[in-house]
Each structure stands twice: as structure tokens, then as C-alpha cells.
């Protein structure tokens, strides 16, 4: 079992491929055995992830892709996103009125309830967000 | 508090789109029964889909309509930028005395509104005839 997650998919900073990430993300875990109502966790999971970086094309001054890096490992599905902007810095309604927007920390109140272990860090001027969803 | 009382055909609209054949679809359509205004949403509500129904919610309200309840059983997917657009909706209605009320009926729904506190503040019904009753 590998230590870290073996697969990789880069996504530009668009909303769009923000769907498309969790199907790839999604059908991985099916892979990795996750049962299928977790797996819906895990899409959720990736959204809120993304979320918070894709979520206006303000965010677009930053020109480098997110990677995400998943598969299975000792722990479980584990789902490793990096290049993510802070939430408290990244989002506020002045900032996109075109969007009707909960507090961003939400995000993370919704990856801790759906996954079994969640952390994130600073990763430079950026994020680093990891969960992991049980196999069992 | 006014009513909308016209039984206007139903209004569609959807967005769309496609990543390599991919596609993201949300669907929207809006009917009046009675004083309230039904709302059906279909397909997936996330940050890419998110502002269409923000749109839509506010075109209702500009147009009148107060009392809302929104059909979420064909939601195939909801995060939380389509639960704050909804709290923005349900804000709206709120300023004109009006209301927002949610069908849903799917666990994997529900459970995005359990986790977040909003089943305290959406009145959510299992099913339209129990929310229009």
C-alpha cells in the first residue's frame, strides 16, 4: 500500500473543471473500494475544497493550477489538494456579489463532518488541505 | 403581502456545460400554485452552476414572488455555495415578509443541510404536496 496517494490531476483555476474533478476523485474511490454512500462524502468533499479557490473568476490572478493527488493508502481514500487559497482571505460577499456566500470556514465544517480525518496547513502564500475517507 | 395570483405557464431555464464530454447541467423551472411560487431545480448545484440559481431567485423576488418553495428532489449534487445561495434566497423573501420553503427527500441532501445547522432555519418537506399544504 502506498504511503501517499499515487495518482495526480492538475485543473485550472475555473469553476468549470470543478465537476470534473469530482467525477475523476469520485470513480477513484470507487477503485479503492470505498462504499458507495461514502463516496458521495468524498465528492462533497472535493467541492468544498475547490470551492473556496474556483469560486469566481476573481480568484484568477493566480495563474497556477490545483493538483490534487488521491488514491488509496494505509490510512484509507486519501485526497490531498494543494494551491489553495485561505478561506478567510479568499472570500467575502463585497467581494463576489455574484454569489450568495456562507462563511468560508463552512467548507471545512462540511469536509470534517464527511471524512474521518481532515487537516490543512499553509503551503506558502497558499493552502494544503488533506482528508481521508475509510475503505472499511 | 402581495401575491402572485397569474397562472403563468411554467418558466424554464438551464445552464450548461461541457468539459470533453462532460457535461454540467442545471435546470430551472418555476410554476405558481396558488400564492406560492414552486421552484424546481434539477441537475447540480455547485460553485460553477451556483450563480444561475442565485438568478434565478432573484428575478423571482424582483418579479413578486414572495412565497417560495423550492423542489430540490432532482438535485443530484449540493454543496455549500448552492446552500448559500439558497440562505441568500431565503434572506430576499424575508425582507418582504415572504418565505422560502425546501422538498427534499434524499438523504445525501439532507445530510449537507444536517451537517451545516440549515435544517433550523429552512422548513424542509419530504415531499410538495406536504410543503404547498
Redesign the interface.
Known sequence: MPATPATELRIPRD??????A??VVAQAARLAGVPQ?RV?DV??AV??A??NA??SDEFGDRDAPIELRFGRTSGGFEVVVLGLDHPTSAVNDTDHP?????DPK??F??IE??TDEFSHEPDGDLMRLRFVVSTG | MPAIRSAAGPSKSSTRGKIKGYDVELTLEHRTEGDTTVLDVAGEVDVYTAPKLREKLVELVSDGHYNVVVDMTKVEFLDSTGLGVLVGGLKRVRSHNGSLELVCNQERILKIFRITGLTKVFPIHDTLEEALS
Do not use: Q
Open positions: 469553476p468549470a473543471y470543478v465537476g470534473l469530482r467525477l454512500d458521495e465528492k462533497i467541492a468544498e475547490l470551492a474556483t469560486g455574484g454569489l450568495d456566500l456562507l463552512l467548507s465544517t462540511l463532518g464527511l
